[in-house]
């Protein structure tokens, strides 16, 4: 065991080792489990094969050595001396040879002893394992000689960036000063822009303003065709995958890892590495000699405020907690930067015009949603996440840092001057956008224009509406409402552990919702989740303007399965005039949902649903997929007629009697018999587009008798296209002025409006 993991610790701590391996051929897996009593030749072959990675992986679960532990970390990690074995194991790719080349990657599963348990478990990537090629820095050289020879290595490694990191961490302000001199803060600031514009997109847009216009639109018109089909129901072309999607998010990975690695750095040289900013810590590190001005002048204009900007934009709950790291090694540097007088303008200050506060705007606005979160769906969970807990309580410090710094500034500003905090918390008459909860919608203390610009009145009047509960079950745990999924909701039991963290995911996607769902009188999503149980949801989407589905709602059904988010939600559509209509060949009218997401249609396997998709972007394809302006051409094979002027006339008679559905099930009937548990949202959606609607229906009037005209001057267009339900023209037109009728002597929802 000592020839294996010299100076790692010894062998009563790691009594046991279990390693398996899978080559990259793809040969039959090789398991080993090395002990101090294996033979000097198994060790040596195995030590041939995988002691890089092996060593790297143990690194990072434990990042001292045993020589540097001190006393206290020694009783801390020390196993229970009554027996009690410990467990590391680790999976390790290599390749075929048998060596253990850069792109070899180890998985740690666990450690286990006595009562401890280790926390620091992940993964790690092949740029965090040592080449036995790597040049080494001589134990004679300078810090910063071994801190530029630790940098310039490529790819970057993680047991090298820690040992950066503490190197720089651990210098007095003279040597950071000729750390700085050397040029390494000039590296690391660089090498950090560097991964984060690959981060932010900003290697793309410099891509755009080098391309031409001309170039552009050419690649615009040779892509319009694939792409006005690609992911809806019925599409063209190969369904061969034109990119890799695991391949795409391992290489983000990596590039958020070295991007941690470097702002660790940076902290490191700022600061301390690992900080706590307690206030003993903040007056232990007061002094910032090192921080002179050509320091702070490099610092301050660097990248880290641009990317603080990219990623604090974020209010996608489910997003930050699948990125935990970068996000808390960013905000872990900018409160870092808050400790020094000098560069807290820069955080108070936007960068460019366009740009925003990072420590007036971002940071409470960010910190806010993530503090919400506990509070989100509480009592559905079960067991809460810890570790994103965790994340959310050194949010919440570095935040007041960087708070508390930028108040201290300003103090010294003119009042005019001055930056307002932002804050995502609402009046008392509407809800809080990350809450969940149901309130009265009460606007007693304001008087609304009904003249007033429609779109910001409707986003005001249903805000607090877009998300709710409401109880969809009842005693004895039987639905009250109306499921598509009964059966399979009544045989899940969603507090068993072994769903704990399907629950745990789906409680951050509905936490992330009421930031994230469109909210405009052209296109709307509203969604209602059981006051009991987050896996059972029910979804309005409105029909977007210049559709055949303009103005109207349509109710789907969303239940998660037990394999979430390996596999995709179940979703049904109910608006279907009791089985009688079919509005759209991707949604049939018994309620299936024909898109390559939910994997009812065969599309590429980029379109396809994966564990990185979320509800969000199901409900977003079928409002932008779905419910377009000419659905016919989503029917198999009409594709071809797009274009045409056969497949024009075509279209616009199909979308004829679509819009006479949307009017008649998807208005008239939600005004009618629209479910309780959206009622305040159809009377107010319906309420604030009533003009809209009767223009709607007076113009579908006019083109309806348009094409009757038209039909009876050339009778083979009577037949020119074959629906599913049969129309009668006269009862039509009476249905539409029945509804014209109802809309004209609409009564107001709430009082404030008259």
């Not at 018994?590 to 980029?606: M, Q, V, Y």
Request: hydrophobic residues 35%; aromatic residues 10%.
């Amino acid at each position: 065991m000592s020839n294996l993991f010299p100076n790692l610790y010894p062998d009563h701590i790691l009594p046991q080792i279990s390693f398996k391996f899978q080559t990259s051929s793809g040969a039959a897996a090789i398991s080993t489990v090395i002990s101090p009593l294996e033979s000097e030749q198994q060790q040596a072959a195995f030590h041939s094969r995988c002691t890089a990675a092996i060593i790297h992986a143990l690194r990072r679960c434990f990042p001292r050595r045993d020589g540097e532990a001190t006393k206290a970390d020694h009783r801390k990690h020390k196993l229970h001396q009554s027996g009690a074995k410990g467990l590391v194991v680790v999976e390790v790719a290599a390749s075929p040879s048998g060596s253990a080349p850069t792109g070899c990657a180890a998985r740690i599963f666990g450690f286990v002893g006595g009562g401890w348990r280790c926390s620091r478990l992940g993964r790690v990537m092949g740029s965090a394992a040592s080449s036995s090629s790597s040049p080494e820095p001589d134990e004679g050289s300078s810090i910063a000689e071994r801190i530029s020879i630790f940098l310039n290595q490529k790819p970057l490694r993680m047991t090298n960036m820690l040992k950066v990191a503490r190197l720089i961490s651990d210098c007095s302000c003279e040597e950071k000063l000729v750390i700085f001199d050397a040029g390494i803060v000039h590296s690391i600031c660089d090498m950090i822009a560097q991964c984060g514009a690959v981060e932010t997109g900003l290697t793309q847009r410099s891509m755009d303003r080098q391309d031409s216009g001309d170039g552009r639109k050419r690649r615009q018109r040779r892509n319009s065709a694939s792409n006005s089909h690609r992911g809806v129901g019925y599409g063209h072309g190969s369904t061969r995958s034109r990119w890799d999607i695991e391949r795409t998010v391992e290489e983000r990975l990596a590039r958020e890892e070295h991007l941690i690695w470097l702002l660790s750095a940076l902290t490191a040289y700022i600061y301390t590495i690992s900080p706590d900013f307690s206030e003993d810590q903040i007056e232990k590190f007061v002094e910032h000699d090192h921080l002179t001005p050509p320091v702070v002048k490099l610092i301050g204009e660097s990248a880290v405020i641009p990317l603080l900007e990219y990623h604090l934009k974020n209010d996608s709950v489910f997003d930050v907690s699948e990125h935990m790291e970068i996000y808390q090694a960013l905000l872990e540097t900018a409160a870092a930067m808050a400790t020094v007088p000098s560069l807290v303008p820069y955080l108070v200050k936007p960068y460019s015009p366009q740009a925003k506060s990072v420590a007036k705007q971002l940071v409470p606005k960010f910190k806010e949603i993530m503090s919400a979160y506990p509070n989100v769906l509480k009592g559905q969970m079960g067991s809460p996440d810890f570790r994103l807990i965790d994340f959310i309580h050194k949010i919440e410090r570095y935040a007041e840092v960087v708070l508390n710094a930028s108040r201290e500034y300003e103090t010294q500003l003119p009042p005019e001057e001055r930056i307002r905090t932002a804050s995502t918390a609402r009046p008392r008459t509407t809800h809080s956008e990350v809450s969940l909860n149901r309130r009265s919608f009460d606007l007693s203390e304001e008087r609304v224009d009904p003249s007033s610009d429609i779109s910001l009145l409707y986003g005001k009047a249903l805000k607090h509406l877009q998300m709710q509960t409401y109880r969809f079950i009842g005693d004895y745990g039987k639905l009250v409402v109306p499921f598509s999924f009964k059966k399979e909701a009544r045989n899940v039991n969603p507090f068993s552990p072994a769903l704990k963290e399907r629950t745990k995911r789906i409680a951050k996607e509905l936490a992330s919702m009421p930031q994230a769902l469109p909210l405009n009188a052209s296109n709307s999503i509203y969604v209602c989740v059981d006051e009991g149980r987050c896996d059972i949801i029910k979804v309005l989407i409105s029909g977007p303007d210049d559709t055949p589905y303009q103005n109207g709602l349509f109710e789907f059904d969303v239940f998660f399965p037990t394999s979430y988010p390996f596999s995709p939600p179940k979703c049904a559509f109910l608006t279907t005039g009791s089985g009688n209509v079919r509005f759209n060949p991707n949604l049939y009218n018994d309620g299936k949902i024909c898109l390559s997401i939910l994997g009812t249609w065969e599309g590429r396997p980029e379109e396809k649903w994966n564990p990185y998709c979320s509800l969000l972007q199901v409900l977003i394809s079928i409002q932008g997929l779905i419910f377009v302006k000419e659905p016919y051409f989503n029917e198999p094979g009409f594709e071809k007629y797009q274009g045409t002027e056969k497949g024009e006339d075509y279209s616009r008679k199909y979308n004829l009697q679509i819009e006479h559905a949307t009017l008649t099930y998807a208005i008239r009937d939600q005004m009618r018999n629209g479910p309780e548990y959206f009622k305040n949202v159809i009377q107010r959606h319906f309420w604030l587009k009533r003009h809209a609607i009767i223009e709607q229906a007076k113009h579908w009037l006019a083109e309806m008798r348009k094409d009757a005209i038209e039909s009876e001057r050339n009778p083979k267009r009577k037949d020119s296209v074959s629906f599913d339900t049969m129309y009668n023209p006269f009862n039509q037109e009476r249905v539409i002025h029945s509804l014209i009728t109802e809309l004209q002597t609409m009564t107001c929802p709430v009082d404030q409006y008259v």
